[in-house]
T-cell receptor, first 114, second 110 residues
Framework: DTAVSQTPKYLVTQMGNDKSIKCEQN?????MYWYKQDSKKFLKIMFS???????INETVPNRFSPKSPDKAHLNLHINSLELGDSAVYFC?????????????FGSGTRLTVV | TQLLEQSPQFLSIQEGENLTVYCNSS?????LQWYRQEPGEGPVLLVT?????EVKKLKRLTFQFGDARKDSSLHITAAQPGDTGLYLC??????????FGTGTSLTVIP
């Protein structure tokens, strides 16, 4: 069983389209995250939810909207995709909101906007 | 954002060699984590260090947290091709997140 699973693995889409990435964790963790990894491999947090409550919302364009229907799921919807949105997006979870116990990451979604 | 600079950015060595990767910041962290990321996968937690001066060993990997809790190092002895990957440090404080470093991409050549 995959601990943190995200779909799709690859996503190629045209500029201006709207797309969603889904994430599910079966670890029973309270906190889930979305990270963006750019072409230089820098990993930057975008959002964090703790028990369905938004606790971290970094400076991200409002075209990005996370949704957490329950504490095991955190989805990311992106409107009006731009070329600069091309990156690998990682979902992660942690047993505590501080991240002090470490993060468990999904295998990533490579988004390519053409 | 608290910046953690890792050095070197890229490292290519022969199997059997030793190496050290550094993670430096001007900020003090309550704890620091190290991750390894393989191509096409997400980062995987290797270790967490929490006390200044702490040393932890994981087989051939030795992790050290600086006395002032601003820096850390990862030493690999007798590197193997399976050690190839992107090594990331992440520092945490009293907030709700850990800040990731700039990464070191290691290639071990058989």
């Amino acid at each position: 069983d995959t601990a943190v699973s995200q779909t799709p693995k690859y996503l190629v889409t045209q500029m201006g389209n709207d797309k969603s990435i889904k994430c599910e964790q079966n670890l029973g963790h309270d906190t889930m995250y979305w990270y963006k990894q750019d072409s230089k491999k820098f990993l930057k947090i975008m959002f964090s939810y703790n028990n369905k409550e938004l606790i971290i919302n970094e400076t991200v364009p409002n075209r990005f909207s996370p949704k957490s229907p329950d504490k095991a799921h955190l989805n990311l919807h992106i409107n009006s995709l731009e070329l600069g949105d091309s990156a690998v997006y990682f979902c992660a979870s942690s047993p505590v909101r501080t991240g002090a116990s470490g993060y468990t990451f999904g295998s990533g979604t490579r988004l390519t906007v053409v | 954002t608290q910046l953690l600079e890792q050095s070197p950015q890229f490292l290519s060595i022969q199997e059997g060699e030793n190496l050290t990767v550094y993670c430096n910041s001007s900020s003090v962290f309550s704890s620091l984590q190290w991750y390894r990321q393989e191509p096409g996968e997400g980062p995987v937690l290797l270790v967490t260090v929490v006390t200044g001066g702490e040393v932890k060993k994981l087989k051939r990997l030795t992790f050290q947290f600086g006395d002032a809790r601003k820096d850390s190092s990862l030493h690999i002895t007798a590197a193997q091709p399976g050690d190839t990957g992107l090594y990331l440090c992440a520092g945490g404080n009293t907030g709700n997140q850990f800040y990731f470093g700039t990464g070191t991409s290691l290639t071990v050549i058989p």
